[in-house]
Nanobody
Framework: QVQVVESGGGLVQAGDSLTLSCTAS????????MGWFRQASGKEREFVAA????????EYADSVKGRFTLSRDNFKNPLYLQMNSLKPEDTAVYYC???????????????????WGQGTQVTVSS
């Protein structure tokens, strides 16, 4: 079982920046795609961003494009989500997830991901 742990959430003001981190066990030895999802209160969990195992492909939801940046270190772990120009509508629990089948392509569906973190709360005040 792969353990996924997110960190970095907190309370910030609109316009501020915040960086989330995600660590997955054995990530340096595996070729896994990884992604970020979020779930606001009363809403369904939605795709935020994903990155391919070789960092060759990165995709973002339209709502965060141009503001959020996905990246990994030299060994593809940890995974970072740099969030700039935060808006109140970005408020949600953010989840990191691992897709162990990268040959399927970079995917946005929740069901494509095999391992999930417990989530970290991001709250953006106005």
């Amino acid at each position: 079982q792969v353990q996924v742990v997110e960190s970095g959430g907190g309370l910030v003001q609109a316009g501020d920046s915040l960086t989330l981190s995600c660590t997955a066990s054995q990530a340096t030895f595996a070729t896994y795609n990884m992604g970020w999802f979020r779930q606001a209160s009363g809403k369904e969990r939605e795709f935020v961003a994903a990155i391919s195992w070789n960092n060759g492909i990165i995709e973002y939801a339209d709502s965060v494009k141009g503001r959020f940046t996905l990246s990994r270190d030299n060994f593809k772990n940890p995974l970072y989500l740099q969030m700039n120009s935060l808006k109140p509508e970005d408020t949600a629990v953010y989840y990191c997830a691992v897709d162990r089948s990268p040959w399927m392509g970079l995917r946005r569906a929740l069901t494509a991901y095999n391992y999930w973190g417990q989530g970290t709360q991001v709250t953006v005040s106005s």
